[in-house]
C-alpha cells in the first residue's frame, strides 16, 4: 500500500490518528477508502462501509462489531491483530469463519464481505 495519500481527502486518516492508530497504518487505510471510494466510515462502530476495530475495543465488542458489519457487507479493519496472544487467537477464529477474502498486514486484519470474492486469506 502507498504510503502517500492518494486525494486530499484525510478524514479517516485524522481520526484513526487522534484514537491512537500509528500514522503510517491511518494513511494505508484512508488510502483504502479512497481506492475503493468507500463514502462512509466508522471507528469502533459498525455504522459504516468501512468500519475499523481499534485495539481499545474490548473482545466481546470487537467480535460484535465484526459480525454486525459482516451482516451488512462493510469491510472490517481490525487493528493490531498480534497484540496479545488472545487477540491474534480472535483474529484466527475470525479468518477461519468469514466466507470471503482477509487480507492480514500485521498491523490490521481487513475482512470484505463480497460476494464475488472468493473464501481466501492473504498474509502480507
Not at 462493510?74 to 491483530?81: C, D, L, Q
Request: glycine share 6%.
Amino acid at each position: 500500500m502507498s504510503h502517500r495519500l492518494l486525494s486530499a481527502e484525510t478524514s479517516l486518516r485524522d481520526a484513526l490518528v487522534a484514537a491512537g492508530v500509528p500514522e503510517r497504518r491511518a494513511m494505508e487505510l484512508q488510502n483504502l477508502m479512497t481506492h475503493c471510494e468507500y463514502r462512509t466510515f466508522a471507528i469502533d462502530e459498525a455504522s459504516a462501509e468501512l468500519c475499523v476495530a481499534t485495539r481499545t475495543l474490548p473482545k466481546a465488542e470487537t467480535l460484535r462489531l465484526v459480525r454486525t458489519a459482516c451482516g451488512r457487507g462493510a469491510t472490517i479493519a481490525v487493528m493490531e491483530p498480534y497484540a496479545d496472544r488472545d487477540r491474534e487467537r480472535m483474529c484466527g477464529a475470525i479468518v477461519a469463519g468469514h466466507g470471503s477474502t482477509t487480507v492480514d498486514n500485521r498491523g490490521y486484519l481487513l475482512i470484505f464481505n463480497n460476494k464475488y470474492l472468493p473464501k481466501q486469506h492473504f498474509r502480507i
